[in-house]
């Protein structure tokens, strides 16, 4: 008795274990590769599946989103110039049959591609290109890299340059050509500002000279704001046939002087 329900415990206990050892638990962000005796069989799809153990053999996909960090590259620009570049490539699987059958490892075979796409982009466009076009230049970059990995399955979402270093002496011309083109642009400025000056005290001239009544009023204007100030300043009026230096007794004392 004693020994039937031993051989029936043990075989219950193997029937689950085998049974455990069937199930696969695929989960809803994965692509599981089943290769039964070396031999590819398909793609599982998320859930829980059925395996032969021992015979079958699962290889899994995460089929979200990945990044790749592409660490500084030295490239050379079309104008013989050296840049180090750092890059992150965004990246999915679309089908894991090919990034498993097709290419040893897909994550490393997809940051060589990218330091190739990026050799070849860069290398075909002056520095100038590179930095006021960026956007144009990195999508270029993308589309490269996604035709590259397309046989293997993968889709390249997005390409991002994260660092983009030009060689010190470079860098040191260009801050100086940029002070130099705001001191131009500072230069214009007071240039217009002070033209503008001018013609608005010609103009004020000129209405003076016609309406001599608005100088008397500007000068009580000003005399009205001094006051307001509150300060020390002393003001000596002089009337303008004293100061009119033709006609008045200036001229009448200079021309005396003169003789």
């Known amino acids: 008795m004693a020994l039937s329900f031993f051989v029936m415990a043990t075989v219950a206990f193997s029937v689950v274990f085998f049974a455990g050892s069937c199930l696969r638990i695929i989960r809803r962000w994965e692509g599981a590769v089943v290769y ?14 059925v395996v032969i153990p021992f015979i079958d053999r699962l290889v899994r996909w995460d089929l979200r989103m990945l990044i790749n960090d592409i660490p500084g590259q030295s490239v050379v620009t079309k104008d ?36 190739g796409a990026l050799r070849d982009v860069i290398g075909s466009v002056p ?8 956007e144009k230049v990195v999508e270029r970059i993308r589309t490269n890299l996604d035709d590259a990995t397309d046989p293997w399955g993968i889709h390249v979402v997005h390409v991002e340059l994260t660092d983009l270093q030009l060689p010190h002496d470079l860098t040191r011309a260009m801050a100086k050509e940029a002070e130099a083109d705001r ?36 000068r009580l204007q000003v005399l009205s ?9 002393r003001i000596m009026m002089l009337p303008d046939t ?9 001229a009448e004392l200079l021309k005396g002087g003169g003789s």
């Open 36 to 49: 039964r005796l070396g031999a590819c069989r398909g793609v599982l799809e998320p859930g829980v599946r």
């Open 80 to 115: 013989n110039i050296s840049l180090s570049i750092d890059a992150i490539v965004f990246y999915k699987v679309r089908n894991p049959m090919d990034a498993v059958n097709k290419v040893t490892n897909a994550r490393a075979s997809v940051g060589m591609a990218a330091q």
């Open 127 to 134: 520095l100038d290109t590179v930095l006021q076009e960026r």
């Open 183 to 218: 001191e131009a642009k500072a230069r214009v400025i007071k240039a217009s500002a002070e033209r503008e000056a001018a013609v608005k005290l010609s103009e004020a001239q000129e209405l003076f000279s016609r309406f001599p009544a608005l100088m008397e009023l500007r």
């Open 225 to 233: 704001e001094v006051g307001a100030e509150n300060n020390a300043t």
């Open 242 to 250: 004293l100061l009119d230096l033709s006609t008045g007794p200036l």
